[in-house]
């Protein structure tokens, strides 16, 4: 056992008690071995399933501490809650169960999917503004106009033992572990895990993941001014201001805070999906991220990661993926020079299709003025195994004297055929 901070706001009984009161309230989510994209990793992999909860995330288990702890007053008053997506659904699915009237107030700009997922819980959704911030304002009307209890998604001690109930399971369902990297926005998960592992395996290391354009905690915890701000896939991450309460235990107890780029981020929603069948949004895959930025650092360690949610547009899930085969190869845009003369579409797919390549989409260019009034560019999208594949492709069209050239591929230009 670690001697803990006795100024610290949440402590180890405080989260044994909240397990005890989600027993049969939210979902036991399973440890999932990794073994296939561990290997790829360097590491031994272990996932915590959390996007398998009833709203895919793990911010069922404090809004059901915070509301079931309310008393038959505020109760009757209901709640408000600021958010744009695992929170507001948590609130809502919770406070139905409960009996519990909830509001909760959302940017405008919140995708239609993420309203009626709320909606469709029993929550009145009040739109206001384009970001969190412009909803603090009208949040504060509620509870002073209609004396709403507001329910803080990560500064509260409530919501704090009951995220960290995540890390008494690791606790009870991972083996020996080196290493647990947790998914930082507000701080709430890993402050709760890191009180909850610390006192069970002081030994354990608790590694905390931000993307790199919303490095708040980091920050905070360094001393250094707040850089958030900008567009990431990990919107559930993406928390311009962490926690007081957050910072406090993690400052004390986390022994390393990394930041990962977007691109790490896009590349760890397509393995999840690939290697492992597991639909992870943005700040889910985080953990992940971290792995595939800096593998020495978890070179041979046994490592367990939260996937702490999964609420990932449909639309913007497809784009990671395709855009995934394009960065492996496996998708490319070829531009060729052809003469326009009749065979010639014929021509290029026979030899696309002989080395093994599937076309997706084609597409003739004859009018614009930089071409030859006799030839044509034609595009075409195509299929591929791997790079070693589209080289052979490539190679095939040199041998016919066309020149081809791939597109899209931050500028590289690789050609076949005379310069």
């Not at 290997?39 to 288990?61: H, I, P, W, Y």
């Not at 002073?144 to 500064?155: A, K, N």
């Not at 690791?170 to 895990?193: C, E, F, K, N, S």
């Not at 953990?287 to 999964?310: E, K």
């Amino acid at each position: 056992m670690t001697d803990f901070d006795a100024a610290l706001p949440v402590t180890p009984e405080m989260i044994a008690d909240a397990a005890l009161l989600l027993h049969g309230a939210v979902l036991r989510t399973p440890m999932a071995a990794a073994p296939a994209l561990g290997q790829a990793l360097g590491c031994s992999l272990s996932l915590k399933l959390e996007n398998l909860q009833q709203t895919s995330s793990f911010k069922v288990r404090g809004a059901y501490v915070k509301l079931y702890g309310l008393d038959e007053a505020e109760r009757r008053r209901g709640v408000v809650a600021m958010s744009a997506g695992n929170h507001a659904q948590g609130v809502a699915y919770h406070a139905a169960n409960l009996g519990i009237p909830a509001t909760i107030v959302m940017p405008a700009t919140t995708p239609f999917s993420k309203v009626e997922r709320t909606r469709a819980h029993g929550a009145r959704v009040v739109l206001e503004g384009r970001t969190l911030a412009d909803c603090a304002v009208r949040t504060q009307s509620l509870i002073d106009d209609e004396g709403l209890v507001p329910v803080h998604p990560y500064d509260d001690p409530d919501i704090i033992r009951g995220q960290g109930t995540v890390g008494l399971e690791i606790d009870a369902d991972a083996g020996p572990l080196d290493t647990v990297v947790v998914p930082i926005g507000g701080g709430g998960l890993m402050a709760g895990m890191a009180v909850a592992l610390k006192d069970r395996r002081p030994e354990i290391r608790m590694i905390g993941v931000q993307v790199d354009s919303y490095p708040s905690m980091y920050d905070a915890v360094k001393g250094l001014p707040n850089r958030a701000g900008g567009a990431t896939l990990a919107e559930g991450i993406a928390v311009k201001q962490p926690g007081a309460l957050t910072r406090r235990i993690i400052a004390d107890l986390v022994d390393e805070i990394v930041l990962v780029p977007e691109r790490a981020i896009e590349r760890a929603v397509q393995l999840l999906v690939e290697q492992q069948r597991v639909v992870a949004e943005g700040a889910g895959a985080a953990g992940i991220a971290a792995i595939l930025h800096a593998p020495d650092r978890f070179a041979g360690q046994s490592v367990a990661t939260v996937i702490c949610g999964g609420n990932i547009d449909s639309r913007l899930l497809s784009s990671v993926l395709m855009r995934g085969l394009v960065r492996d190869g496996r998708l490319i845009s070829l531009r060729l020079e052809i003469s326009d003369e009749p065979g010639m579409l014929a021509t290029v797919a026979e030899t696309i299709g002989r080395t093994g390549g599937n076309i997706v989409e084609v597409l003739h260019h004859r009018m614009f003025q930089d071409i030859p009034v006799k030839n044509a560019d034609l595009d075409v999208v195509v299929e591929t195994r791997n790079p070693a594949h589209v080289n052979e492709i490539l190679a095939s069209f040199a041998d016919l004297g066309i020149r081809a050239r791939m597109l899209g591929t931050d500028g590289a230009d690789a050609r076949g055929g005379a310069a």
